[in-house]
């Protein structure tokens, strides 16, 4: 699908450039291939879309005791490393 429209791209700035190019091969087959992908691209659509998940909910944090954060541990010695090389100033 992709191929398609990169050549179909490649063959419109060659015309605009003023390129004539050789339809007598090119013409079939964009004719053949770029029918079929049309429908291969909704159907990839509707297929990724059916993937998707629900989309993340963002609510207010009413308390504090409702507020967590979850970090790599290679984060927290990062963290640390900073916070012991700070406190030494």
């Known amino acids: 699908m992709i191929a398609n429209f990169a050549v179909l791209a490649v063959l419109i ?25 049309l429908p291969l691209g ?24 409702f507020a967590f954060a979850y970090a790599h541990p290679g984060f927290h010695a990062a963290l640390n490393t900073v916070r012991a090389s700070n406190s030494d100033r």
Do not use: C
Request: glycine letters at 4%; zero cysteines; aromatic letters at 18%.
């Open 42 to 65: 909704m159907l990839l659509t509707a297929w990724l879309y059916k993937r998707t998940s629900e989309p993340v909910k963002f609510r207010p944090i009413d308390s504090d005791a």
């Open 13 to 37: 700035a060659a015309a605009w450039a003023g390129f004539k190019a050789d339809f007598s091969l090119v013409q079939p087959m964009i004719w053949a291939f770029f029918p079929g992908s």
